[in-house]
């Protein structure tokens, strides 16, 4: 399976702050979040530290001084001289991290196409081999007011069993993957799977999602 687009850019290698900005600039130039909407997260495989978007920042105009070091098990700041807090939606990243060891990326977006359809109560469908691939299952949590530790204490429940797709009611996405370009894919299948969705509701013709029973159990893409 292949991503289209933007989303099958190689990412750079090194710094995984220069890899977060390269996935800041792509998401808002395909419309998946505005301004200084959404944040974003990376760390080592095992770390028990994460580099996490500081509160504010435009996703497209990242640099390695838009990030600020957490550490995971109680959420500490670890450069004393850091300018910068870090986004207000940190919880949802570290809460996610302690609750999947295997996940090194977390992509927080607010999609207009994913959102509409959590308005108008209507599921997305996995419609493409791609979808089902790289997707598997989307989860919707609750609306919580943005900021709340509930966000994400509600959404690393949701992706507890594995689920890396899950849809914040009312507020945005969160996507996980173990590395960030694999995180900016689903992102990216999501949103292109909920304006399928949408398309077969304008035509009124809904179909059911394609079944998953055919994919390989735990592969990744």
């Not at 996935?23 to 095992?46: F, K, T, Y």
């Not at 450069?79 to 809460?95: I, M, Q, R, V």
């Not at 509701?201 to 059911?208: A, D, F, I, S, Y």
Request: with cysteine.
């Amino acid at each position: 399976m292949t991503a289209p687009g933007r989303a099958s850019q190689h990412y750079p290698d090194g710094d995984l702050r220069d890899q977060l900005a390269h996935a800041g600039l792509a998401v808002v130039q395909a419309g998946l979040v505005v301004g200084s909407g959404g944040n974003l997260s990376a760390r080592a495989p095992g770390a028990d530290e994460c580099w996490v978007t500081a509160a504010g920042t435009w996703l497209d105009r990242l640099d390695r001084g838009s990030f600020v070091r957490i550490r995971i098990t109680d959420g500490a700041a670890l450069d004393s001289n850091a300018k910068a807090a870090p986004s207000s939606e940190f919880a949802l990243h570290l809460a996610t991290y302690r609750a999947r060891p295997d996940v090194n990326a977390v992509v927080h977006l607010h999609p207009q196409t994913v959102l509409l359809l959590d308005a108008i109560g209507e599921p997305i469908r996995l419609v493409t081999t791609d979808h089902a691939f790289y997707l598997r299952s989307v989860v919707t949590t609750p609306f919580v007011p943005p900021g709340r530790t509930e966000v994400g204490a509600l959404a690393a429940e949701a992706c507890a069993d594995g689920t890396n797709c899950v849809v914040l009611s009312r507020h945005g996405c969160s996507v996980v993957a173990d590395s960030v370009e694999l995180a900016h894919k689903r992102a990216f299948y999501l949103e292109e799977a909920a304006r399928l969705t949408y398309r077969m509701l304008l035509l009124g013709r809904p179909v059911e999602p394609l079944p998953t029973d055919w994919l390989t159990p735990g592969a990744t893409a």
